[in-house]
């Protein structure tokens, strides 16, 4: 094995637990990570995200996954261990063996992505989420007042997406908790309608799997057209950043489509 690799990196540390390694296989999904694989081994096997232990957002987010795992009850699989050593941060999970949630119009998965998206808006925010303050939208508002929107005391997931629920018979898992947050309750199930919108359903139908959602009900219809234009500004940014990426281009057309819907298209 290639001792650039962080397979190579990895194995001394984690053999503690984990006990002889036979297999590490990458996995499709993970892009925030310097690694993500499942590891055949002894006493496993174990879904693993390795990151370099430098400063930053993204070594960060492996941090806060670590931490919020505890919390977050049956609708994350478990963190079975972690190792923090000079040159590498490690968490090994329990492996869920099932696919991305099927977003698309008329999926069977819909019911079950609207359940775990409620099961994650009963969870309580534990303390150690009191100061991750959700902040990312703000500077994508129309003024600072539109911010105040966003604020709240319900942990959000805040990546919902197809690929961070997975299907496993009748039941989804919601992954990759690399950014919570605490914010206002509507925000997970409105990236629920933007990624729906994204998959083909029309704003009003994807609002319509949203209204199973108490935090969707009790919003306020000004902050809900808010985030709608906040995002339909972070998309635009993106693709002014990386032109060539078909999916920002296409979720910039989702978010035109829902504030068109709402009737809050940003000028």
Known sequence: MDTDLPESAILPLIEEHTGSVTAIRRTERGFSSDL???????????????????PGGRRDSLSRERRINAHLGHISPPLLWDVEAEDWLVLGFDVIDGRSADFAP??????????????IG????????QDWCETRWDRFT?????????????????????????VVKRRVWAVDWAWPTRGAGFIDPALLVLQLIAAGHTPGDAEKWAERLPAWRTAVPQAID????????????AVDRKPDADWLKAMVDACRAWTDHRGATPE
Do not use: Q
């Open 36 to 54: 993500t694989a499942v590891v055949d081994c002894d006493r496993g096997p174990f879904f693993v995200k390795a990151m370099r232990n430098r």
């Open 106 to 119: 008329e999926s069977p998965d819909l019911a079950l992505v609207v359940d775990a998206i409620g099961e």
């Open 122 to 129: 009963r969870l309580s925010l534990p303390r150690i989420a």
């Open 142 to 166: 129309a003024d600072s007042s539109e911010a105040e929107w966003f604020r709240g005391d319900s942990l959000l997931h805040t990546d919902i997406n197809p690929s961070n629920l997975i």
């Open 226 to 237: 808010a985030f709608a234009a906040a995002n339909l500004r972070m998309y635009r940014a």
